[in-house]
């Protein structure tokens, strides 16, 4: 079945820096990618959807500038967090869709729990 | 009109038990119906899904039954089992328009006693 990996699956950084998280689908090619923040006991919320090739599209209320999502192939998209501060602690997700992979096309990634201190 | 309601919010059931949770949605241009099961510092897994074009959709324990006219649909786990014990979302969206986001209710956490 298809197979997306996320990257890393932990990560603690320092306020100020940056960190970036990965996302590989393995085994189809997404030609849509989405990013989700996760607070704990609370459902997904999705911040952007990424089409390869093209500008990210954010939710409202999202900071385009402090989330920066690259979709620059079908394989692979990345989130980074600028500057990140102790509130954008979180568990963040992805997930991919392949138009092609049919009606079972989102797969999500395993999550990467983020701690800034 | 993007809302999709889940309930309840917990549910405790006996090893052996059923566990039912109910979904309800107001865009009727949903197309497509997702369960997904996640366990903690996991991403969600999908479960089982429907179109609607169907009423009941069965794949082993897991059993989704939709209602079009209610706009309703539910997951029932039969013979529940401790393995069972995660957090289960429903969610939704239009296959046929642009971006097709799923939209995802806000969780149950179920929990089955052995």
Not at chain 1, 65 to 91: C, G, M, Q, R, Y
Request: proline share 4%.
């Amino acid at each position: 079945g298809a197979v997306v990996s996320q990257h890393p699956s932990r990560v603690i950084c320092k306020s100020g820096t940056s960190v970036k998280i990965e996302c590989r689908s393995l085994d189809f090619q997404a030609t849509t990618m989405f990013w989700y923040r996760q607070f704990p006991k609370q459902s997904l919320m999705l911040m952007a959807t990424s089409n390869e090739g093209s500008k990210a599209t954010y939710e409202q209320g999202v900071e385009k500038d402090k989330f920066l999502i690259n979709h620059a192939s079908l394989t692979l998209s990345t989130l980074t967090v600028t500057s990140a501060h102790p509130e954008d602690s979180s568990f963040y997700i992805c997930s991919a869709r392949s138009h092609r992979v049919g009606i079972q096309g989102y797969t999500f990634g395993s999550g990467t729990r983020l701690t800034v201190v | 009109q993007q809302q999709v309601k889940q309930s309840p919010q917990s549910l405790i059931v006996q090893k052996g038990g059923i566990s039912i949770i109910n979904c309800a949605y107001e865009n009727t241009a949903f197309d497509y119906f997702p369960w997904y099961q996640q366990f903690p510092g996991k991403g969600p897994a999908l479960l089982i899904a429907i179109r609607p074009d169907v009423s009941e959709k069965k794949e082993g324990r897991f059993t989704i039954s939709f209602n079009k006219s209610a706009k309703q649909f539910s997951l029932h786990i039969m013979d529940s089992q401790p393995g069972d014990s995660a957090t289960y979302f429903c969610a939704a969206t239009s296959l046929k328009s642009s971006g097709d986001k799923l939209t995802f209710g806000t969780g149950t956490r179920l929990a089955v006693r052995p």
